[in-house]
Nanobody, 125 residues
Framework: QVQLVESGGGVVQAGGSLRLSCAAS????????MGWFRQAPGKEREFVAV????????AYADSVKGRFTISRDNAKNTVFQQMNSLVPEDTADYSC??????????????????WGQGTQVTVSS
């Protein structure tokens, strides 16, 4: 099992930036793809970004491409998400997750095994 704890959420004005962090437990962090998802009230969980186990490959949802950047530090068991040029539509609870074995760049929730509790991001207009 993997435990994930997100941090870095908050309230920002449109056009602002936030940097989310996700700290993972365990000694096999580098074996997992790591992803970020978000969920707004009344809406389904939405894929945001993913990074491969090595950190050499990334993929993003079209809605955040060019604005968000995912990265990881395997030595510190941490994954990050830099979010720039935020818009009110980015308002959601953001969760990180560990991909299942053998998935390099998973984008579906059922391709992930463990989930953090989330951190709230609110973008005001």
């Amino acid at each position: 099992q993997v435990q994930l704890v997100e941090s870095g959420g908050g309230v920002v004005q449109a056009g602002g930036s936030l940097r989310l962090s996700c700290a993972a437990s365990g000694r096999t962090f580098g074996n997992y793809a790591m992803g970020w998802f978000r969920q707004a009230p009344g809406k389904e969980r939405e894929f945001v970004a993913v990074i491969s186990p090595s950190g050499r490959a990334t993929a993003y949802a079209d809605s955040v491409k060019g604005r968000f950047t995912i990265s990881r530090d395997n030595a510190k068991n941490t994954v990050f998400q830099q979010m720039n040029s935020l818009v009110p539509e980015d308002t959601a609870d953001y969760s990180c997750a560990t991909g299942r074995q053998y998935f390099s760049l998973p984008s579906r929730p059922n391709e992930y095994a463990s989930w953090g509790q989330g951190t709230q991001v609110t973008v005001s207009s």
